[in-house]
């Protein structure tokens, strides 16, 4: 995800800048001098952190990241405690103080048990015939309850200013297709540990042992049977693979036994005569599971789709047995605290309220022009970049730096926020507050079709420590809550904010010319804008950073994928590099490094060290072997020392020379962007 060009030179000594401060932004504490920075650079950067920061046994990782999650979360209960007192300020304190209060009345949830699931499990039992299972499956979907497919409402990738309603794979319950048809030790445990689950909820809403057994087998063969049917995670990165518009009668002769009219009309949707399927060979293989498979067995799968999505919300039975299940995938030693789940939630159901809270305490108004300023040194690098490019024709540059200048830059918070009209929130009714923010959320996307997209709608809430690229917007978001160190600081030099959250900014910036990214031109639309020349020279450096990221394992035996973490590997090694040269233009960049030391570095060395110190990271080994199949992100080891290995001012700012288990010949140094 990405940034560009004239880089406007900050005064030498900022006005924001405090004469002295107390903290050291680079910390030799943290460091590990005993390892050479050319051996393995985030260990000599960050090893006695490591040491002394334990993952918390309430955590699958602990790392920078976690750390301000932390402190958002602290702010979160902060906020909603003080809602919960608040009688006199209006709708926006009832809806999450209210919220807040049920979700952390344990004895009410207790004392209701799985009460409040009833009438869905009741509803579930009158299903009859295949008919009659379509049908509920239409009218849970209305409720938020998503199961078997994916269904949303989202912009047309070839005709971006409009919105189409979407059909994507789906069904399971395990994090990836893989845990269902792999046959190693690990798959094998998790698979178990899942059929021991299923079990155990199924004896929690009143089955028999022996029923609840049979349940969990015809959970787990279904299940396999649509994990056989889905894409793998690679071929899901292909925006082209996975564009299919067809009429919405070209999609019911694919699947004979479902009329995707009479569908789509119980979702709610109705006048839409074409929509995007992502993978229409699930759908084909979706439509002979229905029709081979009993009604019995359809029910149960629905049953268990409804128990397993309210099991955290029900009392502490369900609570318990869905995190004895999560123990076994992740590693994760006690369950994470009540109010921070609580906080977590309302954050993702009322976002846009708890995000106005947010903002008015914790956000200051310069942090985000501040922002505004880096992000114009980085476009102008970015530029600089391009222009420069030798593997790239001025036709095609140009249109690059046309995508570039078009990049929507939103900072902060929303410059207009949601207000959950229809949504109702009491004090006494948590999964009641739940269902009521679902359903909401499912009618606002619905209500999208036929009006003009909405640029100005963020994908994250502010008090998210993340950032984002959106193709079909070309925009660049950055919440709140990044904009903290270590990644940002008014007090800090800028060689570690650019770093920091300058790297992040080229990051973003670089998502637009990654190998997904790049397919989209500068209003958003999937369209090649690329001549094939250069379509085949950028694909020979990317396939560079692909390979030299397959080279890494995790556990000892697991290798990276360098496919499916192509787009970030390529987004943190652009992100890097452009971030880096738009550093050389301030004045501490700019300054002679003998006289400009902080704590014993260089600016340079600053500036990288800063890059490593983001990325530290302790994560469970079964959490590690999950994020292996699952996320698109690289360890955070590799995501420090991957790109450096590339980046000729490492070398020198760290003396790193031949012999050096890090050093690549400079001819084997991938540039990319």
């Known amino acids: 995800m990405a940034f560009a060009l004239v880089a406007a030179t900050p005064p030498k000594k900022p006005a924001h800048l405090p004469k002295a401060n107390p903290r050291k932004y680079i910390d030799p504490q943290n460091m590990d001098t005993s390892v050479k920075p050319g051996d393995n650079f985030y260990q000599y950067a960050n090893g006695n952190w490591l040491k002394q920061n334990a993952i918390p046994a309430s955590k699958t990782s602990w790392g920078s990241f976690n750390e301000l999650r932390e402190k958002s979360l602290d702010a979160m209960k902060t906020l909603l405690e003080d809602a919960t007192k608040t009688t006199t300020r209006g709708r926006l304190y009832q809806m999450v103080g209210d919220f807040y209060t049920s979700g952390m009345d344990s004895l009410t949830i207790e004392k209701r048990g799985f009460d409040p699931l009833k009438p869905d499990l009741a509803r579930v039992d009158k299903v009859n015939n295949k008919t009659d299972f379509l049908n509920e499956l239409a009218y849970q979907r209305t409720q938020g309850n998503s199961m078997l497919f994916g269904f949303f409402v989202a912009q047309d990738r070839k005709n971006v200013s409009k919105y189409l309603p979407q059909f994507s794979q789906g069904g399971t319950s395990l994090p990836d297709r893989d845990y269902y048809l792999k046959n190693d030790a690990r798959s094998q445990k998790i698979r178990d540990a899942y059929l021991d689950n299923v079990a155990k909820m199924f004896a929690l809403v009143g089955e028999e042992p022996t029923r609840a057994s049979q349940n969990a087998d015809i959970i787990m063969r279904l299940e396999t049977a649509l994990a056989k049917a889905q894409m793998p995670r690679v071929e899901l990165r292909d925006p082209y693979k996975t564009y299919n518009k067809l009429t919405v009668a070209q999609f019911s002769q694919q699947t004979p036994g479902v009329n995707w009219a009479d569908q789509l009309t119980k979702y709610g949707v109705s006048g839409q005569d074409t929509v995007l399927v992502q993978n229409p060979k699930f759908y084909q293989s979706l439509d002979s599971l229905l029709t081979a498979t009993p009604v019995e067995d359809l029910r149960t799968y629905m049953r268990w789709q409804l128990v397993r999505g309210a099991a955290p919300y029900l009392s502490d039975a369900f609570v318990r047995q869905n995190f004895a299940f999560s123990r076994v995938l992740t590693g994760q030693k006690e369950q994470t605290p009540r109010w921070q789940r609580v906080s977590g939630l309302i954050d993702g159901s009322l976002g846009d309220l708890l995000g106005q809270l947010y903002v008015q305490k914790y956000f200051k108004p310069e942090a985000k022009q501040r922002m505004l300023t880096l992000v114009d040194n980085l476009e102008a690098s970015y530029k600089e970049h391009i222009r420069g490019l030798d593997w790239m024709s001025e036709e095609t540059k140009k249109k690059a730096l046309t995508k570039l200048t078009a990049f929507k830059r939103k900072i902060g918070y929303p410059d207009k926020w949601k207000n959950y009209d229809g949504v109702t929130i009491t004090r006494d009714d948590f999964y009641g507050n739940v269902k009521s923010a679902s359903k909401w959320s ?34 660049i978001a950055f919440p709140a809550a990044i904009l903290q160190f270590p990644f940002f600081d008014f007090g800090a030099d800028d060689a570690v904010n650019y770093g920091g959250i300058g790297a992040v900014i080229g990051h973003e910036m670089t998502h637009g010319f990654d190998d997904s990214g790049r397919q989209y031109d500068a209003d958003g639309t999937l369209r090649d804008w690329w001549t094939p020349t250069d379509a085949q020279n950028f694909k020979k450096r ?37 971030a880096y040269d738009a550093f050389k233009k301030t004045a501490q960049g700019r300054a002679n ?69 890090m050093y690549k010949k400079p001819e084997d140094r991938i540039k990319v962007w």
């Open 442 to 475: 499912y009618k606002y996307m619905i209500n999208r079709l036929g009006k003009p997209v909405d640029r100005t709608e963020w994908g994250m809430t502010p008090p998210t420590v993340n950032a984002y690229y959106s193709p079909v917007n070309n925009e």
């Open 542 to 578: 990317a396939d560079q950073v692909k390979e030299q990221f397959f080279g890494f394992k995790v556990l000892d035996s697991l290798k990276v994928n360098g496919q499916l973490t192509l787009g970030e590997n390529l987004a943190d090694l652009g992100g890097l590099s452009i």
């Open 593 to 661: 490094p003998k006289k400009s030391l902080i704590d014993g570095f260089t600016p340079d060395q600053r500036f990288f060290l800063s890059w490593a110190q983001i990325w530290r990271i302790n994560v469970l080994p079964e959490t590690q072997a999950q994020l292996i199949l699952t996320d698109p992100h690289a360890p955070g080891i590799y995501r420090c020392n991957g790109p450096l290995s590339n980046i000729t001012a490492w070398y020198n700012a760290f003396d790193v020379k031949p012999g050096d288990k």
